[in-house]
């Protein structure tokens, strides 16, 4: 800090003094620069190793997509193989993408530093408008902060998030009243509601998702017995196991018919 020289002690030794003090603050403003300086060329360094990094990882996620677009298209080679294949890559891919954003995130450059190489953003698709919308009112006080006067709507911003509901599970309780006539003694009472399975707890939607995860999604039993253990219902794999079966012998008639229209077409392509 400088001092005005009409303030400065005559006094030899104070002067000594204030001149010491004024070179150790100096010294130490000097050390904090170097520190800073050293600080910030390590900060760039591992900037740019990040970003080197980063754009090796993309060119890599482009070969492999490249890849996966052949492999589609590939027409010769046994399917499941392909599958197989097609499922490891894009799934490497996926990790890749989830190590760029990482990347991305961690070299973001602060406020007032070198600007960071510009990266092509993807175009963000709108989201879906079948989907229904829970409206969030984030309303300020009505009142003016600066004068305590009543305020007006003039606009409003409005922006979307998208969100996920996990499934839920429920009991449907069936009840049956039985009606009893006081004069002939007639008992009356509704047939039982019919089941997929004889005898088995598991409803038509439950029986569809499990069906769907193991063969559209190829989610095995095993797997999905865990996951149903994460809610807290407890579904052995040889009873999900049971449930496909039968599951099966209820949708024989409809693979009946799929096969007769198939084999009832003129040509019949294969793989």
């Not at 000594?16 to 070179?23: A, G, K, S």
């Not at 910030?40 to 990040?50: D, I, N, P």
């Not at 490249?66 to 197989?84: P, V």
């Not at 865990?226 to 099966?248: M, N, Q």
Request: hydrophobic share 40%; with cysteine.
């Amino acid at each position: 800090m400088p001092i005005a020289s009409n303030s400065l002690p005559t006094d030899i030794e104070m002067l000594q003094r204030l001149v010491v003090l004024q070179q150790s603050a100096i010294d130490e403003r000097d050390r904090q620069l170097e520190e800073f300086r050293r600080s910030h060329e390590a900060a760039h360094s591992e900037l740019t190793r990040k970003k080197a990094e980063a754009l090796h990882l993309r060119t890599w996620i482009e070969k492999l997509e490249l890849q996966i677009a052949r492999l589609k298209r590939m027409q010769f080679g046994r399917s499941s193989e392909r599958l197989a294949r097609i499922d490891q890559l894009e799934l490497i891919v996926e990790e890749l993408e989830a190590s760029c954003a990482q990347i991305d995130s961690e070299s973001t450059a602060p406020a007032g530093s070198a600007a960071a190489t510009p990266r092509k953003a993807p175009t963000r698709k709108p989201l879906p408008e079948h989907l229904p919308r829970e409206t969030l009112l984030h309303e300020p006080e009505s009142s003016c902060p600066q004068c305590g006067s009543q305020m007006r709507r003039i606009g409003e911003d409005i922006s979307e998030m998208l969100e996920y509901v996990p499934a839920h599970w429920k009991v449907l309780r069936h009840v049956r009243p039985k009606l009893g006539c006081r004069c002939c003694e007639q008992i009356v009472q509704m047939p039982a509601a019919s089941r997929p399975i004889e005898r088995g707890f598991a409803g038509p939607g439950l029986l569809a998702h499990v069906l769907v995860s193991k063969y559209a999604d190829h989610l095995p039993l095993y797997r999905q017995s865990a996951i149903y253990a994460r809610d807290g219902v407890e579904l052995e794999r040889s009873t999900l196991a049971d449930w496909v079966g039968a599951a099966a012998r209820l949708l024989t008639p409809l693979v009946d018919a799929l096969r007769r229209h198939v084999l009832g077409a003129a040509k019949l392509h294969a793989d």
